[in-house]
């Protein structure tokens, strides 16, 4: 079974400042998607940035890249200049391709604080 | 188009009552997802159905819990005689047919709370 390990249970930054969230993953499969999710005080669930495994290019959307590094099974996401609506919960995830398997393992969640 | 829809978004149930959530997804969608967060916790994947069929039910606890998607109306996720460790967010999630489509869109979640 896969799982994902998140090992910030919480991060702080300046407003403004760069931060990177850390992620790693284990699965015995060649292709998948990761996801980084975004929980604000409201608890909607919202997608930041995904990753197709087959893709050796790195993700990015706008302030929020990440760097996939497959042999290491890593999946880290960084939020460059930072912003006080960036304060939220961030779940890394994993997706298997395999019909019927397409659920979503989540990591443990890093709780971001921004500082202004 | 309108988003994932669950309701209720709070739910208050005494020990041993029963607790029924509703989940309508997007339209269009025929693929649901049930997840459970306790609270300080991540997103446990519970059940995965498509319409009349459950397709993976590896995360539901085996007594209590049940879950169905009719060919009309919403998915229920229905929990039997509810205890305190029952007290969680429950969250669905939908995603198209196609196979290729990778995104699993999120409803705002039910809070359910057993006293």
Redesign the interface.
């Known amino acids: 079974a896969q799982t994902v390990t998140q090992s910030q249970p919480e991060m702080s930054v300046q407003e403004a400042e760069t931060v990177t969230l850390s992620c790693t993953y284990d699965t015995s499969e060649s292709d998948y ?1 990761l996801f980084w999710y975004k929980q604000p005080p ?4 919202i ?1 930041v940035i ?1 990753q ?1 495994a087959y893709k050796q290019q790195n993700a990015t959307e706008n302030r929020f890249s990440v760097n996939f590094q497959k042999a290491a099974k890593s999946f880290s996401l960084k939020i460059s200049d930072s912003q006080l609506g960036d304060a939220a919960m961030y ?1 890394c995830a994993y ?1 298997s391709l395999i ?11 890093t709780r971001l604080t921004i500082n202004p | 188009n309108a988003g994932v829809m669950q309701n209720p978004r709070h739910l208050v149930r005494r020990r041993g009552q029963e607790a029924r959530l509703r989940c309508s997804p997007m339209k269009g969608h025929s693929h649901v997802y049930w997840y459970r967060q306790l609270p300080e916790e991540g997103l446990k994947f519970m059940v995965y159905l498509q319409k009349e069929n459950i397709i993976d039910e590896s995360g539901m606890p085996k007594e209590r819990f049940s879950a169905e998607f009719p060919k009309e109306g919403p998915s229920i996720l229905r929990i039997q005689q509810v205890v305190r460790g029952d007290s969680a967010a429950y969250f669905c999630a939908s995603s198209p047919t196609r196979m290729s489509s990778y995104e699993q869109y999120f409803g705002p979640g039910t809070r359910l709370t057993v006293t």
Do not use: H, I, P, T
């Not at chain 1, 409201?42 to 669930?45: E, G, T, V, W």
């Not at chain 1, 019909?99 to 393992?105: D, F, I, P, R």
């Open positions: 998607y409201s608890r909607q669930m997608l995904r197709e779940f997706r019909q019927g398997a397409q659920k979503l393992v989540f990591g443990q969640g």
